[in-house]
């Protein structure tokens, strides 16, 4: 027997529909000339544990609210102190039955007292407007039941004109958890309800515009635009640097200069009605898939995107404009053009940001059903059930009404991880008879019936190779197949930017720019959705999920983005800056040239300055500027370098060249680099080791060797010079496992990182087979290996000694069958921790690792210990810098020791915690510094892969267990 209520005995805030009392969708505009008045500030709040759990009475104007706590809206109220955020990535935080929700539904009673400001207009209509609540909201005006809605990050007005009055005005809305929307609105974040965007009252003037449509685009043939506005109230359109002046539906062509995210030329115009006049921005384009290939203005663009969630550490999904704009001039000044909105629509001032300053915009609808994957079939899923066909719809409408008139967008996205389902169709049809300007975006409906283009994610590179020969396997539907190949490939997420990650973008750029319908895409994501907490004792740091008490969680999957949650830059945001800049630089300087080329897709290159500067072993000798032609989008010229400088220079010699804007912009400032390149005219040579000059000698248990001190038993060097060490230097190959190596929880197969820890990896041990003294050297023989197992390393030291220097030869000899890469090769020794002044000539200046290095820049740097850390949000390997040279370590009065390369280069990694510790720490409070820096001297590094769920990284940045040999010389220096 079924139990189940009719639905229509559900509480409205179980009912499938969108709502009810509110008005159209409508354009989005930030300003007119009609009145308009912020509800924003603090509000009366009181919180309850169900959806029924307190009555009504609060709405009334004589309720008193004594006793209530304060909340600022927009925010969340589990961000100020009621309750608390929870995160997960697909599984629905409660039992799935659509479209029932628990009792337990967290319920905020919020309460707003305003007046009307004096010059308050009479007349016309009133519209109260609400930019973002989650997840359902019902509303009253001074006692009046306006209605109710849903669609968290979607507008929804009111018209209240004749409830108004002069003085004291009772705002009261009742915000739930949970709704049968809940079951939509399944995106990978956390879950932060309240009234979270702006609260505006509108004054609606009699003949104001209840909506118009800007329709601007561009023919790259004839170089004209055509404008026309359609407005459902008569007027008229004026942009006065055309000279148009035009009645509303009436079309005009004239010669413009077209918008781009690279030059976002925008006209200010205005649409005036009898009632009201609305300034607009407009930006002439035409976009679309053109022969296989998605283009703006005529030209194939390339997405050098990312994924954008709205987040702030301090306010959630609560953002100003100061934030947005912040958030955009860093994308700019990273090279990156393009911005998906996942998985929902962004505040809509976001993208009048994105119209001025430029960026292609994916606008994505507020819909994601993502937990049902869960089932088989997807069981239940919304989006193939009829019944919620009509909540679809609307959603899809008022992502398309809001933002229609936004240059910026070029594509709208139906949503994210929702399988397929005939509402989805149904949502792309509406589309495309609303707006047949922009292209249509769905990824996970493998038909792609619905899709202008071919989305996927995390696809590995070989894949998306064959996919750019268009030799990818056929579709059984042989119409459905030629139809697939006919779309243009857009990577809608792909390296996952989580913790030290991702490895490969530069193979997969390489793999864009290769390729015609590889149309680029969107980097998983943003920015790390850490929340700030503090230890008992005081000290910050920042949760993630399962930090805040829930149940169920995905742990710090909510930490994986391209900026740190005080919007620092990433390595990631570094390292994909270089991979995507936008102008080319190559070439032979034995030649005395290169060859620059433009990658812009609109661009020509006179907005840039170029520089050289000639480096000899790290340092600049001799700069100026260099001349390069404008150069058209895709155009390359042979560029003459200078005579490079004269006089006594001998080591490695580098030029540099660079890229830099060469006036101001709104983005960035004259000076920013956008693009470099670094080029040897002189190859390293690797220093000869000097010949032994010193026998090993025995002293009272000890062996000295030259400037060096060993422990005569097991080998082990003690003392350099004056400085003892805190463990002399053995092989060492564990690392932190980071996100990557730790794997996905739903792999079926084992992660690379577990498969480590089942090999022993993590707890090797060290035996000594012999210690062995002869007129000119030490050599130490030993086995390191863990227990359990048939596996090992034969690792040989040889030490000799120059007149100052200690010489090491280290000769490393797999036994066994070993079934998996390592995470390093190399030296660890530990350092008195006052010995934390760190410098090096290699790369720098920040981490890289081998699949993660291209900007990684040659040169001589200097930090503290402590500054060569990078302080993921959850604790892992971090801080190799890449082709060292030498590094040397000093503590405050100059006194250390330097490590010098005498085969190519090493790995260099310096810390005040063990690979164990730093292994085992869950958040940066975790890592309390010892008595110790310790050392990491690696002849190679495992990469880093692109995402947890990979086969790791390619094969060429895999450390595969062979016989190896490297050599060192290590250096005491001393005082200053």
Partial sequence: MDFRFADDRLPYYEDRSPGSGTLPARAWYARSDAARLSLNGSWAFRLSDTAEGADTRFVADDADPAGWDRVTVPGHWVLQGHGAPAYTNSDYPFPVDPP?????????????????????????????????????????????????????????????????????????????????????????????????????????????????????????????????????????VTVPELGLDLGTGEEAGVVVEPWSAEVPRLYDGELATSGERVPLRIGFRTVGVVDGVFRANGRRILFRGVNRHEFHPETGRTLDLETMRRDILLMKRHNINAVRTSHYPPHPAFLDLCDELGLWVVDECDLETHGFCEFPGWRGNPVADKRWTP????????????????????????????????????????????????AVHYENDPSYRDSDF????????????????????????????????????????????????PGG??????????????????????????????????????????????????????????????????????????????????????????????????????????????????????????????????????????????????????WTIAAELAADTPWAPRGHEVAWAQLTDVPRRVPEPPAARAAPRREAGALRLGPAVFDAATGTLTALGGLTLRQGPRLDVWRATTDNDRGAPWLAEEPLGATWRRIGLHRMRHRVDAVDADEESLTVRTRVAPAATDLGLYADYRWTAGDDELLLEVSVTP??????????????????????????????????????????????????????????????????????????????????????????????????????????????????????????????????????????????????????????????????
Avoid at 407 to 412: D, G, L, N, R, T
Avoid at 578 to 594: L, N, R
Avoid at 863 to 881: C, H, I, K
């Fill in 815 to 976: 036994d066994g069958e070993w079934p998996c890469p390592l995470p390093r090769l190399g030296l660890l020794l530990g350092l008195p921790a006052e010995y934390d002044r760190a410098a090096w000539y290699g790369g720098g200046p920040g981490e890289a690792y081998p699949d993660s290095c291209a900007a990684s820049r040659l040169g001589r740097y200097a930090m503290s210990v402590d500054d060569l850390q990078t302080p993921y949000v959850r604790p892992q390997e971090n801080g190799a810098r890449s082709d060292v040279r030498w590094a040397e370590l000093r503590d405050a009065g100059g006194e250390g020791v330097r490590v010098t390369a005498l085969t190519d280069s090493f790995w260099f990694t310096a810390r005040r915690w063990t690979s164990h510790q730093l292994d085992a720490a869950e958040h940066t409070t975790d890592l309390v510094p010892g008595d110790t820096v310790w050392v990491n001297v690696d002849d190679a590094q495992q990469g880093l892969g692109s995402e947890p769920w990979d086969d790791g990284p390619l094969p060429q940045y895999q450390l595969t267990v062979a016989p190896t040999e490297f050599r060192l010389a290590f250096t005491a220096l001393s005082r200053r």
């Fill in 100 to 236: 029932r929700v628990p009792t337990e539904n967290p319920t905020g009673d919020h309460r707003h007292v305003f007046d009307l400001p004096d010059d308050w207009p009479g007349g016309g209509e009133s519209v109260l407007r609400f930019d973002g609540v989650e997840s359902c909201a019902r509303v009253w005006l001074n006692g009046r039941e306006l209605g109710w809605f849903t669609g968290s990050r979607l507008p929804h007005e009111f018209a209240v004109g004749a409830l108004l009055r002069r003085r004291g005005n009772v705002l009261a809305v009742r915000v739930h958890q949970w709704s049968a929307a809940s079951y939509l609105e399944d995106q990978d974040m956390w879950w932060l309800p309240g009234i979270f965007r702006d609260v505006t009252l509108l004054h609606r003037p009699v003949g104001s515009p209840a909506d118009f449509f800007v329709h601007a685009a561009y023919d790259h043939t004839t170089g004209r635009g055509s404008l026309r506005v359609d407005c459902d109230v008569p007027g008229r």
């Fill in 454 to 501: 071919y989305s996927r994610m995390y696809v590995p590179h070989h894949e998306v190779e064959a996919i750019g020969r268009r030799e990818e396997p056929p579709l059984d539907d042989p119409e459905l197949d030629a139809r697939r190949r006919s779309l243009p490939l857009l990577l809608v997420e792909y390296a996952h930017a989580m913790g030290n990650s």
């Fill in 505 to 654: 973008l530069a193979d997969y750029q390489h793999l864009f720019e290769t390729y015609e319908r590889c149309q680029g895409g969107f980097v998983w994501e943003w920015i790390d959705h850490g929340l700030p907490r503090r230890t008992p004792d005081g000290r910050p740091y920042y949760g993630y999920g399962g930090d805040f008490g829930e149940e169920l969680h995905a742990g710090n999957f909510v930490c994986d983005g391209l900026l740190f949650p005080d919007r620092t830059p990433s390595p990631a945001l570094v390292e994909y800056k270089k991979v995507v800049e936008p102008v080319h630089i190559t070439g032979d300087t034995t030649a005395g040239e290169i060859t620059v080329t433009n990658g812009h897709d609109f661009a020509d290159t006179s907005h840039l300055a170029f520089t050289w500067t000639y480096e000899v072993e790290g340092e600049a000798v001799a700069s100026g500027p260099l001349t390069v032609p404008p150069l058209a989008p895709g155009a390359s010229a042979d560029v003459k370098l200078p005579a490079p400088p004269g006089g006594d220079l001998v080591g490695e010699a580098v």
């Fill in 391 to 438: 909540a679809l719809l609307d959603r899809a409408r008022r992502l398309v009404e809001r933002d229609k008139n936004h240059p910026s967008v070029v594509v709208w996205s139906l949503g994210n991880e929702c399988s397929a389902g005939q509402g989805l169709s149904e949502m792309a049809a509406w589309i495309r008879e609303r707006d047949h300007s922009r």
